[in-house]
C-alpha cells in the first residue's frame, strides 16, 4: 500500500529551479512532520530538510539552506521541497519521510 509518492525530479541544468511533491495516502498526514532526504550514488541516505506539522517549524542542512524551501499543504496531504540555484553536487534520489513511512524517491539529476 503506498503511503507517500513524490514526483517532480528531472534534469536540469546548474542555476535551475525544481519544486519536489509528496503526495500522502494517509488520513494523518496533518498530525506529523515530515521531511526530505536525498542518496547520492554510492552515498549514504542524508537530511535535507523537514517541516512540523503545522508549517511553522523548519529545518534545513547547511548544504540547502538558502537555496531550497520547504512547504505543506495539510489540506492536500501534500508537502513541497521549492529547490533553487540547483548545483551538481544536488543530484540524488530525493525521498520524503513521514509518519515512520518513506517514498520510493524521484531522482534529481542536474548537469553542469
Known amino acids: 500500500q503506498v503511503r507517500l509518492v513524490e514526483s517532480g525530479g528531472g534534469v536540469v541544468q546548474a542555476g535551475a529551479s525544481l519544486r519536489l511533491s509528496c503526495t500522502s495516502s494517509?488520513?494523518?498526514?496533518?498530525?506529523?512532520?515530515v521531511g526530505w532526504f536525498r542518496q547520492s550514488l554510492g552515498k549514504e541516505r542524508e537530511f535535507v530538510a523537514a517541516?512540523?506539522?503545522?508549517?511553522?517549524?523548519?529545518w534545513y542542512d547547511d548544504a540547502v539552506k538558502g537555496r531550497f524551501t520547504i512547504s505543506r499543504d495539510n489540506t492536500q496531504k501534500t508537502a513541497y521541497l521549492q529547490m533553487n540555484t540547483l548545483q551538481p553536487e544536488d543530484t540524488a534520489v530525493y525521498y520524503c519521510y513521514g509518519d515512520s513511512y518513506w517514498g520510493k524517491g524521484t531522482l534529481v539529476t542536474v548537469s553542469s
Open positions: 517541516i512540523n506539522r503545522n508549517g511553522i517549524g523548519t
Open positions: 494517509l488520513r494523518s498526514f496533518s498530525s506529523y512532520t
